[in-house]
Every structure is written in C-alpha cells, then in structure tokens.
C-alpha cells in the first residue's frame, strides 16, 4: 500500500495515523487522530462515521500527514490546534503559554462559588494568568465584576488579550513581575496559578509538558515553592478588608502551603480537593492590618492601566 492508500479515505487516514502515533508512544492515539482529522477538514468527528469512505484530496492529504508527524514529535496536541476547551469556553493557546487544564476548573469553580456570595460586584486579580483561563472565565461568569489580570510574559498577554477580546469579556491586563504592576491597588480576591513544578522533577515530565511547555509557567524553584512564598508577602498590600486568596497547588504542596501562609499571618485556611481527591486549591484570608481604602477609590487603581 503506498502513502496515498493509507490516506485515500478518511477511515484508511484515521487508522494509519492511530499506528503511527501509537507506535511514537501517544497515549490516546486514536482520540488525537480525529481530533487532527476534524481540525484538519474543518468538521466533527461524527463526520467520519457518517462518511467513512469520504475521498481525501490530495492538499488535504498532506497537511493532515503533516499534522499528525508534528504530534509524533510529542507537540502538544493543544498547540498544533491552537485551541482547548476550559470552563466549557474555547481558548485560544500558543507555545507561549501553559494550555489550560481541567484541574484549573477547581480554582474558577472556587473563585466563582465565594464571589456569588458576596453582596457587591469585585474586584478581582489573576496573577500568572498565562492564556487568561483564570481570569476570562471569571469575567464570562461574574458579570459586573472588575477582573485584572498580569504574567511576567509579554507573550502570554497578548495571547490572554486575544480570549478575552474573542469571548467577549473585558479583563484589564498587565505585564510585570508578579504583583509590580498593582502595587498601590486594593482587590477582594486575588487567584493564580503558578509554577509549582520543582525544578529538577521537569525533566522528568512527559515531551509534551517539560519539553514543549513554556518552563518559567512550570518551573516553581528547588522545591516547587517559590511562588508561594513571595505571594504570601506580596498579597497582604493588595487586599481589601475581607480579601481572599485562592491559589492553585500540586497535589503533595498543600501541608507545606499552609504553613507559607499561616506563618505570613493568613486566616482561615483551607485546602479544597478536586475530583480524584487530590488537594488542588488553598484558600486563605487577609492577615489583620491597618484599614484601606475602599475599592473604588482612586487610590485603589493599579500604577500601570494596560491599553
């Protein structure tokens, strides 16, 4: 059989691409084989059961052969798409960024759940926001909520504007170094998700996350804590009276976490499980200090207003 055979027909292309990727070690080959074939012909996967023997034309031939060589390579499915689904939205997500995963839902879900209850529109800050899944989905399900949003990376802005602008939501973004950019600002609730990977433990992760995944979203230093001990510092300024932080976590982090946190003088904190049990997300309460101001004064507006 020569190389137009196997990819004659969406059945023959669909059931070499599944040997060849499983023979590059893809876990759920067949899976990224439709989803490479649907992105490929622009439409659903049910297409190729309605239509199994659908001729392939030959450019069509070729840029699938293409698609499905780059997965072979262990680039993330994710961004060879340059799509993934997060909190049932579409984002778009580039080697720029950390593709949003579903363990991050626990974080929004968190957020989302303690934001209803309060009786006031917020003002929130997602730090480390990378392709904006934090905080764009807080701004689709919180409406009348003020969401600002800074990364390091200048890259990864433009990719988090991008959603925000595509998903029709309004996220004010900033680049700087963690929080810099809002010193001087006061915000109920502060999220992240941020590099938590001990540094030596990322070479040992799958091609697909310590090769091709941008290092500074995973590298979180020697133990993986980094973050969390600035955070514990830098947050206190920024928070309102009531004020929350809701953090992101590994699933082994969360003893060592809420030591961080109670020994910086945070209240009332609590570790939140995902689905499979794990610890996944740490919640604390502003430590007692003076008074701020309130939230809508001009006081409280972030130094840098990105255009």
């Known amino acids: ?25 893809i876990r759920d080959a067949r899976m990224d084989a439709e989803l490479l074939l649907a992105h490929c012909l622009v439409q659903p996967r049910l297409q190729f059961y309605l239509e199994p023997q659908r001729p392939l034309a030959a450019d069509e031939r070729e840029r699938f052969a293409e698609l499905i060589s780059r997965r072979g390579r262990r680039e993330p499915l994710q961004y060879i798409t340059g799509r993934q689904e997060f909190m049932s939205l ?12 579903a363990d991050t839902e626990m974080l929004v879900e968190t957020a989302l ?3 209803r209850n309060q009786a006031r529109s917020l003002r929130i800050l997602d ?9 764009v989905s807080l701004a689709h399900y919180l409406e009348g909520s003020d969401i600002w949003a800074g990364d390091i990376s200048a890259a990864a802005i433009e990719v988090a504007r991008a959603n925000a602008e595509r998903l029709g939501t309004h996220v004010c ?13 006061v915000f109920d609730l502060i999220t992240a998700n941020p590099p938590y990977i ?3 433990d990322i070479c040992g992760l799958e091609p697909e996350v310590g090769v091709a995944e941008p290092k500074l979203a995973l590298d979180g230093g020697q133990d993986g804590l980094d973050f969390y001990r600035r ?5 206190t300024p920024l928070l309102g009276p009531g004020g929350k932080v809701m953090l992101e976590i590994g699933w082994d982090e ?28 740490v919640t604390a309460s502003r430590p007692p200090t003076q008074d701020r101001p309130p939230s809508d004064s001009k006081a409280s507006q972030p130094r840098t207003v990105p255009k």
Do not use: N
Request: negative net charge; charged residues 20%.
């Open 254 to 281: 969360g003893p060592q976490v809420q030591a961080i946190l109670t020994e910086a003088g945070f209240t009332t904190i609590k570790l939140i499980k995902d689905y499979a049990g794990r610890d996944r997300v």
């Open 173 to 185: 973004f900033a680049q700087g170094d963690l929080t810099g950019p809002f010193r001087g600002a």
């Open 231 to 235: 955070l514990a510092v830098e947050a």
């Open 198 to 200: 001990p540094r030596d």
């Open 127 to 135: 730090l480390c926001t990378g392709s904006g899944a934090v905080a």
């Open 113 to 115: 759940s303690w934001a």
């Open 1 to 25: 059989m020569d190389e137009r055979d196997k990819l004659a027909t969406s059945q023959a292309a669909l059931q070499w691409a599944a040997s060849y990727l499983g023979e590059h070690g």
């Open 90 to 101: 579409e984002f778009l997500v580039s080697p720029a960024v950390l593709i949003p995963r």
